[in-house]
């Protein structure tokens, strides 16, 4: 158990720590959104699939012919694209600590979506947890004034489009995730997913008849390739998930919370940026609204 807390706490962690890296490469060195998300998942596919071929050889054979779930496996590769790019465009408005904490919505997603499938209302502490999360982004977009926005509407627009991306890839693969182990049906996703975010980028270079690729010194391309190809997104998904499939998926809920909180953390004292008491206290409102969302099967 304590192997199970402390792999998933760091692959949350290791989000955290890649939508950082996503600030510094989008800021510091001008790459568009579409760009990081083609190196991001081609890295992270490459190394997943590479490790699924050796650790999870029959279960991948088996994904792969499967013929009854390809359409499944397909719109999960997508939603891991989508949750991917619209991420980047989400921190490229804000940053990545905003951006984290908005994603998080996607929690109150997949718990509407739960009480719609069930024709249920929600319970008392699951509406309560959607006013905590409701009073988070609140107080994230307009720093406690309501005659104002603090962040650019754009920014606001996307982190709630990437909370649904999230709830996409959540809740698309639960029928694959039954059938085989969670990382071989990854790395197939991830596989997915760039093959779309190249095909989606070749085409917007076709269209503007320019392909756009940054000047990178040594600093920036470890930012990019390492800490979010490798670190961030493959590294993650993997010990997140191999944690998650040791402590269960409530305490894992909870465990993930600490991407938000590591994120919000690392903008402030390494990028060096401005975190509000009201950035912070909409951080808690949304770990509160977790707990409380999760707290049925706890």
Partial sequence: MVKGIATALLGALLWGFSGACAQIVLSEYGMS??????VRACIAAVILIV??????HSELKEIVACKQLRSCLVLFGIGLYLSQSTFAISVAYTNAGTATVLQSLATVFVMGIACV??????????ALGLLFALASTWLIATQGDPTQFAIDPAGLLWGIINALSVTLYIMIPRKLYDRWPSIPVIACGLCIAAVVAALLFGGECLITGRMVIPALDWYGAAVLIVGIGALGTACAFAMYLYGVAIVGSVRGSLLGTAEPASAMVLTACWLGTAVS??????LIFMVVMV???TRQSS
């Fill in 277 to 282: 008491g009201a950035d912070w206290l909409g």
């Fill in 117 to 126: 499938s069930a024709r249920r209302l929600p319970k008392a502490f699951e």
């Fill in 33 to 38: 959104p579409f760009f990081v998300t083609v």
């Fill in 291 to 293: 707990v409380l969302v």
């Fill in 51 to 56: 490790f699924a071929s050796f650790r999870y």
